[in-house]
């Protein structure tokens, strides 16, 4: 069983920063890309940044960084200059091979980030 949890999230007043994290935890042979991505109410789902398991940036939205720690088994998401309209639900994605051999992408199970103006 694999399982991701993020934490971090929480309310900022606009223009602040926020460091996102998500944990991945369980039987894990490997983990490959690993995404951020948003939801805002009435809106789609969306990427916000994604990195791949060498560390290389595959994407960012401006003011986001993106980065990973392998030993740990978790990404950050470092959020700077925050604005009303980043306001959502953060979700942490991953590819991640288990130890019986079977590649999967899973999904946390979500962290508000609420901006305030």
């Known amino acids: 069983q694999v399982q991701l949890v993020e934490s971090g999230g929480g309310l900022v007043q606009a223009g602040g920063s926020l460091r996102l994290s998500c944990v991945a935890s369980?039987?894990?042979?490997?983990?490959?890309?690993m995404a951020w991505y948003r939801q805002a109410p009435g809106k789609q789902r969306e990427m916000v940044a994604s990195?791949?398991?060498?560390s290389s940036i595959n994407f960012a939205k401006g003011r986001f960084t993106i980065s990973r720690d392998n030993a740990k088994r978790t990404v950050y998401l470092q959020m700077n200059s925050l604005k009303p309209e980043d306001t959502a639900v953060y979700y942490c994605?991953?590819?991640?091979?288990?130890?019986?051999?079977?590649?999967?992408?899973?999904w946390g199970q979500g962290t508000q980030v609420t901006v305030s103006s």
């Open positions: 994605n991953a590819d991640i091979r288990v130890q019986n051999g079977v590649n999967g992408v899973y």
């Open positions: 369980g039987t894990i042979s490997s983990i490959g890309t």
């Open positions: 990195i791949t398991s060498g």
